[in-house]
């Protein structure tokens, strides 16, 4: 059974690019979670979702971010004209069921503005 | 936003030696998770707490979670080169939506051969 699957690992862009990190949740979860890691700090959450649905959004700066989770497909964390203040590891997490069993997490996508 | 500190923050010690890592949070959690991270891989999780007092053992890392449910600590024994890494501690809030969790800060523990 495949873990959470996360690409690219890697991703440069330049200011004000777009980037587009996807996440495949494990077989069988619906529920998909994501985080950003500074350098040096722990995570931070950014959004949850569910299939079509956005629950919590909390985390998510106010512009230039969104997410979506579509009823087909990975889930993708969109950044909009990136800054380099967008530099982090993003992790995605994914369960079966809220309140289920604990979250696994994927290797990261670590983005890099130049 | 609830927060949840770690000590130390850093830790450098020598094979064989005995350490403790230390989570602290002004607020209560419904769970507590304990995650180890190597360079350039996502959090592995190592256990999971839930009863105020837990004690979970695994191998030779014993977790507590304290009575109020808003402490926990990592105890490692014997420590060994291969528990280097970045140790994270997750909370679950009470009144969260799904399993958001909040981070601590971490400790990057070095075990020197």
């Known amino acids: 059974n495949a873990g959470v699957m996360q690409n690219p690992r890697h991703l440069v862009r330049r200011r004000g690019q777009e980037a587009r990190l996807r996440c495949s949740p494990m077989?069988?979860?619906?529920?998909v979670y994501w985080y950003r890691q500074l350098p040096e700090e722990g995570l931070k959450f950014m959004v949850y979702l569910q299939k079509e649905n956005i629950i919590d959004e909390s985390g998510m700066p106010k512009e230039r971010f969104s997410a979506e989770f579509p009823k087909e497909g990975p889930s993708i964390l969109r950044i909009q004209q990136v800054v380099r203040g967008d530099s982090a590891a993003y992790f995605c997490?994914?369960?079966?069921?809220?309140?289920?069993?604990?979250?696994?997490f994927g290797n990261g996508t670590r983005l890099t503005v130049t | 936003t609830q927060l949840l500190e770690q000590s130390p923050q850093f830790l450098s010690i020598q094979e064989g030696e005995n350490l403790t890592v230390y989570c602290n949070s002004s607020s209560v959690f419904s769970s507590l998770q304990w995650y180890r991270q190597e360079p350039g891989e996502g959090p592995v999780l190592l256990v999971t707490?839930?009863?105020?007092?837990e004690v979970k053992k695994l191998k030779r890392l014993t977790f507590q979670f304290g009575d109020a449910r808003k402490d926990s600590s990592l105890h490692i024994t014997a420590a060994q080169t291969g528990d280097t890494g970045l140790y994270l501690c997750a909370g679950a809030e009470m009144e969260s939506s799904g399993d958001k969790l909040t981070f601590g800060t971490g400790t990057r523990l070095a075990v020197r051969p």
């Open positions: 707490v839930v009863t105020g007092g």
């Open positions: 997490a994914s369960s079966r069921e809220a309140g289920g069993p604990p979250l696994h």
């Open positions: 077989k069988g979860h619906s529920h």
